[in-house]
């Protein structure tokens, strides 16, 4: 696939204007969508709809912002985590917090903010490894607060 910012035409990086990316996809998608095709070749119908996929999924990327961070390191050849058992330590902490039923969604959504500022802030300075652990973590914070809300 092609890279998703080139796609759409817009710079690379973390904090993305989302109305700017809105706009972006919505002007990508006139000009390729298969509705504008209805009288094109089979050929060229088909280039059409791979076209749009492809649109479809590089707008999803960097509308997700844990996905587009994740471009974001990988074009800047950082091997994402696999394991940070100090980290795990936490994430215990929280399981046992809420079987115990402690609600610790506050805590958590405090938790998501600082990541996400820190995600932005290093990647922004380029600090590709301070913002590889920040998505590492949020990850994870993403995902129990899925499980717990």
Known sequence: MSDPFTLLGLEKKYDLDMELLDQAYFDAQKKTHPDQFSNASPEEKAEASKR?????HAYLLLKDPLKR??????EAN??????????LEEVM?????TAAKEDIRHDLLTTQKTLFNTLETTLKKKEYQEAERALYQLTYVHKFLKEIC
């Open 52 to 56: 749009s996929a492809e649109i479809n």
């Open 78 to 87: 950082i091997d994402l985590f696999s394991h940070d058992p100090l980290f």
């Open 93 to 97: 902490q929280w399981r046992a917090q």
């Open 69 to 74: 961070a994740e471009l974001l390191l990988k």
